[in-house]
């Protein structure tokens, strides 16, 4: 899940994070070896973490679990009600996927009508992608990313949703990760007849 917005590092220190947010005495902290990213928090067991910058915090969860997602949702429901007066333009949630064995339902897709003539011209076709922004849902516009690489498709959701503030983002917020994450595999299944559970979270 990413809050987009104009967040104050200053208060999302990780004794901060801890007692307010993971509901915890400490966090585990990590650094970019480049100091050019924003910090990793990470709960005590280590099924999330969240990453806190300037425009935006991420949460990942480490695993599939949808009580993962619960506790996700949760955090950023205390987060966006413990400071309601942050600037909140929009969030996004976010779920991946990789088929490796059903291939023969999913390559023809990335034929395109150019694949000839590139190689003809002596051009290696390596990674092909096929993105998509999909009105389906209420309240929300999905942006849907498949990508050929090499002997695997990756399927990319992100669940976008625009806001005005805080309080809008809160509301919109509640009871959409685990529906979404269903909506995704009910996806795959309806239109590519594929069954799967969802891979780790990914940043937006």
């Not at 994070?17 to 070896?33: R, S, Y």
């Not at 910058?53 to 949702?73: G, M, P, T, Y």
């Not at 990313?145 to 090499?150: A, F, P, W």
């Amino acid at each position: 899940m990413v809050l987009v917005g104009k967040w104050n590092k200053y208060i999302l220190v990780p004794d901060w994070v801890g007692t307010n947010i993971f509901k915890q005495k400490t966090v585990q902290v990590e650094f970019p070896l480049n100091l050019q990213g924003p910090p990793r928090f990470t709960n005590d067991e280590g099924d999330i973490r969240m990453l806190p910058d300037d425009d935006r915090v991420i949460f990942v969860a480490v695993k599939n679990d949808e009580a993962i997602l619960k506790k996700i949702e949760q955090m950023a429901n205390d987060l966006l009600s413990i400071l309601p007066y942050t600037p909140i333009s929009s969030f996004g949630e976010n779920f991946g996927f990789i088929e490796e064995t059903n291939l023969e339902r999913i390559l023809p897709l990335f034929e395109f009508p150019d694949n000839d003539s590139l190689s003809r011209k002596g051009c290696a076709i390596g990674k092909s992608s096929i993105r998509r922004t999909i009105s389906k849902y209420p309240n929300t516009v999905l942006n849907f990313v498949m990508k050929q690489d090499g002997p695997k498709v990756i399927f990319d959701f992100n669940f976008h949703y625009l806001v005005k503030d805080a309080k809008e983002a809160l509301e919109k917020i509640t009871g959409s990760f685990i529906e979404n994450k269903r909506r995704s595999e009910e996806f795959l299944r309806e239109i590519y007849g594929l069954e799967y559970e969802t891979e780790e979270e990914h940043d937006d």
